[in-house]
Structure formats: C-alpha cells, structure tokens
C-alpha cells in the first residue's frame, strides 16, 4: 500500500490475515518516526490509528460518533474489522491499485475503515485534512483521478455550493454519518455528474456500513451476510453472520421494511418528541418536507406549558426567512406544524462533521 500524505509517499508492503509483510517491530519504526514527524492533528490522527493498528492486540478501540449524547469506547476485533473491508472491497469492485482518498478524522470508523479497505486492498490511500470542503486540498495537493472516497452530508453540500463539477474526479462516493439532504441530492441530479454517489448505513457497533443504496433510490438495502428485522417498537435488528456470529445488534433507529433486508430509516427512537401526548419522529417529519427547504434545518422541540414540548423549526441563516412556514404546511399535520420557527448563524458541529442536534436546540430554545 502506498501512502500519500503532504509531501510524501511511504509505501508499506501489505498482505494478508492483519496485512503486513515486514515485521511489527520494523513497522512500528516507521509508523512511530512518521507520527514524530506529523505536523498537524489529522496526520498525528492517522498514524496513531495505524501504530494501533500494527500492535500486538487483537482489536482496536473505536469511538461513537455523539450524535445523541456523550461519546463511549468500544472494541472491534481486528478480523471483523478486514472482514468488513473485504466486503465493502468486494461490493464496489474495489482491485489492488486503484486510488482510495480520505478526509476525515481517523478518531472516528468511518475513516478508520476506509484506511483498512486500502490496506487490505493494496490501494493507493490519499490523505487531506478533515475540512468542510475537503475537495479543492485534494486538487491542489495531488493530480490523480480518485477511485473511491467517503464523506459526511456537510462536505457534500460544501463542495456542490463551491464547485459540483469537480466532484467528478471522484468515480464512487459513498456518504455516511448522515441522511443526505433531499434538496442536495436533487441538485446534483441536476447537474448530470459522472460520479456515483450512494448513501450508507451503519454505525461503529457494526463497523461501519452494513447496508447502501444510490443517492437516486428510496431504500436502502442489507449488504450479503446481513439480516436486518425489526423489534416491537419499529426499531432494526442486526444480524451479520461474516462479521459478528451468534449475536443480535439492536439499534434505537426506527425503520420501515420494504421487502427482504430492504427498508427506509423513519428516525431515532430516542429523538422521539411527545407533544401534547402524541410522538412525533422530528426525522420523519425533516424527510416529509426536505423537499420544500434549501438550507440547512433540523426539527426538534422546546418546553412548553401547555404541550409539554412544542415542535420547533431550527434553520441555519442570518437572515429571518417568513415564507418556510407557508411552503410546507400543506406537507404537514396540525400536529406536526412547527410552533416556532428560529433562524441560527451557525449550526453546531461535532467532530466528525454532523450537526450537533443538542447543542443547536439548546442555543435555540435560548433565542426563544
């Protein structure tokens, strides 16, 4: 494998079982000089996830994303992990050679695993920092065509605002850590790309995705070894027999079946607001008029007297937009009607690019 950071090219053989061809000991040399060289977060980010990697244990530790409260640790075996690589590999006709780029935060899987897919796979890895518009560091830094990359929704919706013609140096994209907005989905339909772009599901427990679909299609579906079922509350059930044998990984995302191993995310069960005794998905009501709204928004809710919660409408503008209301009420219920619409500056982000859901409600309800 052939790694491309900043100004250099190190190239560490790789083979099978955890992938290496020279001795830990001689690895750990290079890895620990590189990351005494490394000049910012997101190389020392990297190396410290490979030096992890190359050591003596049989798993790593991998960090959840927080998008629903405080982060926690879990352990990953390191064969599960080269399993989940593989398939992924397998699926997108992923060959020894081809240019695999990542631009995001080795703290969290998703890029973890895209480092492994390039091991495992004896690609060409490319590294920029994890920006917001990671595109135009890849273009200035390195002349090449990039066979396969992952982003975050937000580094899409930056780099179709900056330059959506440019994306096409890119043949396959997959996005995770977040539905991609149906305006941002229809606005590169539009522009007629020759990048295939699919969306992900999946979360660290299951080490990365375990189910895709393309950005044009409505439902997602299971990738081979995995079973997805539903519980008495709507929420999906996971088995995956090549990565995770005998075991059942229950998720707090409520899901719609369509079909064997097929389904639509509805939302999280923990996100479920109960306004005046009736629950209300604020993800399923965003799906309902995502349509209707070009810029960034949440649903979400504030404390109310009467209601207990009201819903509320969070949008990130600097400006107050009167019109939002009038554009989806035909869409929604009188019980789903937002109470209050409220215009934030700026969303609050976590580390990994999604939008903070707690941080942005609470400096809204504060503008209340």
Same mark, same amino acid.
């Given at each position: ?27 750990? &040399? ?47 075996? &390191? ?24 631009c995001m935060d ?31 560091? =890849? ?24 330059n959506i013609e440019?994306?096409q140096i890119i ?160 869409? =929604? ?20 690019? &999604? ?7 609470? &400096?809204?309800?504060?503008? =209340?």
């Amino acid at each position: 494998m052939k790694i491309h950071i900043e100004e250099q090219i190190i190239e560490i053989p790789m083979a099978e079982g955890l992938g290496m061809e020279i001795s830990n000991n001689a690895l750990f &040399k290079i890895v620990r000089m590189q990351k005494a060289m490394a000049n910012s977060d997101y190389e020392i980010s990297f190396w410290s996830f490979i030096e992890e990697w190359v050591n003596d244990k049989e798993f790593i530790i991998a960090q959840t994303s927080g998008s629903t409260g405080t982060p926690w640790e879990i352990q990953l075996k &390191k064969t599960a992990v080269i399993a989940s690589a593989k398939r992924t590999n397998a699926f997108f006709d992923l060959k020894s050679g081809m240019n695999v780029w990542l631009c995001m935060d080795c703290k969290y899987i998703g890029a973890k695993l895209m480092v492994i897919r390039a091991l495992v796979g004896n690609m060409n890895l490319y590294i920029t920092a994890t920006t917001k518009e990671p595109l135009q560091k =890849l273009i200035e830094q390195y002349s090449c065509r990039i066979d396969f990359a992952a982003m975050v929704p937000m580094q899409l919706h930056h780099i179709a605002i900056e330059n959506i013609e440019s994306l096409q140096i890119i043949q396959t994209l997959i996005i995770g850590g977040g539905t991609l907005p149906h305006a941002l989905a229809k606005f590169i339909q539009t522009k007629d790309i020759s990048t295939k772009i699919y969306e992900t599901y999946g979360m660290t427990e299951t080490i990365s995705h375990i189910a895709v679909k393309k950005m044009e299609e409505p439902y997602f579906k299971a990738l081979p070894g995995v079973e997805i079922r539903q519980d008495e509350e709507g929420c999906a059930l996971i088995e995956d027999s090549i990565l995770f044998e005998n075991q059942m990984i229950q998720t707090h995302d409520i899901i719609e079946l369509h079909g064997p191993n097929t389904f639509k995310i509805i939302g999280r069960i923990d996100n479920i607001i109960n306004s005046g005794g009736i629950k209300i998905s604020p993800e399923a009501l965003e799906e309902k008029i995502k349509h209707l709204v070009s810029i960034p928004f949440i649903i979400s809710s504030a404390p109310d007297e009467v209601l207990g919660n009201k819903i509320i409408f969070i949008y990130e503008s600097n400006t107050i937009d009167h019109q939002i209301a009038e554009r989806i009420k035909s869409s =929604l219920s009188k019980y789903e009607m937002p109470k209050e619409f409220i215009p934030l500056e700026h969303f609050d982000y976590l580390e990994n690019l &999604k939008i903070d859901r707690m941080k942005t409600r609470l &400096k809204a309800i504060a503008r =209340l």
